[in-house]
């Protein structure tokens, strides 16, 4: 703690010193013994400070130094998040967890998996009541063979609104 108070001492005095200097100043020249917290010269100092102090600073974060620093932090980070994420997904699956990366796979896999079926019992349903029209009816309607079911679209749609309504 010493440390820093002496490391902190040199710049804290240099400004206690700057001020009380200005203060005294701005005393002798209004003749007053106290200085005004913010007269026209404290303005003028405090303006030309931030705008020196805006240039510099501008002109450091557009150096190649700053850029290329500003650079390799960042790919540091993206690399770290990427290691931390991995380490985390290993961890998962050590404990024999799913992850959901997997999760997705799967419900992707099953989604496709149902598309299929459902097109494919679409192409039977014709093949079929074809077949019954083919062979007389039998006493029956080609339309009693093709059921009432949702078209893959109709059934993908709604269950993207049961997913919605889940979150």
Do not use: C
Not at 7 to 31: C, K, L, T
Not at 34 to 46: N, R, S, Y
Not at 97 to 119: C, F, Q, Y
């Amino acid at each position: 703690m010493t440390d820093q108070r002496t490391a902190a001492d040199p710049f804290s005095n240099f400004w206690n010193e700057f001020m009380s200097r200005v203060a005294i100043d701005g005393a002798s020249q209004s003749g007053t013994a106290t200085a005004p917290a913010f007269g026209e010269g404290a303005k003028q100092m405090q303006r030309m400070f931030f705008d020196t102090m805006a240039k510099y600073a501008e002109e450091f974060m557009r150096s190649e130094q700053f850029l290329s620093a500003m650079k390799k932090t960042m790919d540091q980070s993206l690399q770290m998040k990427k290691t931390f994420d991995e380490f985390l997904v290993n961890a998962q699956r050590g404990m024999q967890a799913p992850v959901k990366g997997d999760v997705d796979d799967v419900a992707s896999l099953l989604r496709n998996i149902e598309t299929r079926v459902l097109n494919r019992l679409d192409k039977l349903e014709v093949k079929v009541a074809a077949v019954e029209e083919s062979h007389g009816r039998g006493g029956r309607s080609v339309k009693a063979s093709l059921t009432k079911r949702p078209s893959v679209s109709a059934a993908r749609a709604k269950r993207q609104t049961s997913a919605k309504k889940k979150k």
